[in-house]
T-cell receptor, first 111, second 116 residues
Framework: QKEVEQNSGPLSVPEGAIASLNCTYS??????FFWYRQYSGKSPELIMF????GDKEDGRFTAQLNKASQYVSLLIRDSQPSDSATYLC???????????FGTGTRLKVLA | DVKVTQSSRYLVKRTGEKVFLECVQD?????MFWYRQDPGLGLRLIYF???????EKGDIPEGYSVSREKKERFSLILESASTNQTSMYLC???????????????FGQGTRLTVV
């Protein structure tokens, strides 16, 4: 079992729709969870972090965390073509002191 | 703004060469990381460091070494480059372990290394 799992996609959504990206993790000691966006040929940039169960909203983005189910998700409302990118889920565990990344989900927003 | 700068954007090296990839951050971060990114495999951790002169192996350290003589600089060394080390290399930094949990990793622009 991979430590952090994501569906590789591509996930295609029409412009203006809600895109839902999901991530599961295996280490119950994980403490912080991050969503990065990566455009082709560029380095990852942080969109959001979350460390408490529940929802966290920032503009069009909402991160959701369920530690009991070891599940974290990212919702993108009113998706735009400029949101087309690969979204990486990352998990941080202070015990190992490492960021572990999923392989990413490629999102395509169709105009 | 946090700045993580990698010395080269593109590099082409020959098999067997010793290769140095340099990374500098300007935000006084304790932690620094080297990842490689390959299609379908995502980001894989090579080495990381949480203090000057400290280093820890990541998931794929074979064929690599690192050096951290100063807090702001973390170097990745390919002792004898091989074609299977052709990849995108990403350096990252973050605040130290005692400064809170929500410390995201900031990435450099990446170095695309081709070994021929």
């Amino acid at each position: 079992q991979k430590e952090v799992e994501q569906n590789s996609g591509p996930l295609s959504v029409p412009e203006g729709a809600i895109a839902s990206l999901n991530c599961t993790y295996s280490d119950r000691g994980s403490q912080s969870f991050f969503w990065y966006r990566q455009y082709s040929g560029k380095s990852p940039e942080l969109i959001m972090f979350i460390y408490s169960n529940g929802d966290k909203e920032d503009g069009r983005f909402t991160a959701q965390l369920n530690k009991a189910s070891q599940y974290v998700s990212l919702l993108i409302r009113d998706s735009q073509p400029s949101d087309s990118a690969t979204y990486l889920c990352a998990v941080f565990t202070s015990g190992t002191y490492k960021y572990i990344f999923g392989t990413g989900t490629r999102l395509k927003v169709l105009a | 703004d946090v700045k993580v700068t990698q010395s080269s954007r593109y590099l082409v090296k020959r098999t067997g060469e010793k290769v140095f990839l340099e990374c500098v951050q300007d935000m006084d971060h304790e932690n620094m990381f080297w990842y490689r990114q390959d299609p379908g495999l995502g980001l894989r951790l090579i080495y990381f460091s949480y203090d000057v002169k400290m280093k820890e192996k990541g998931d794929i350290p074979e064929g690599y070494s690192v050096s951290r003589e100063k807090k702001e600089r973390f170097s990745l060394i390919l002792e004898s480059a091989s074609t299977n080390q052709t990849s995108m290399y990403l350096c990252a930094s973050s605040l130290g372990r005692y400064r809170g949990l929500n410390t995201e990793a900031f990435f450099g622009q990446g170095t695309r290394l081709t070994v021929v």
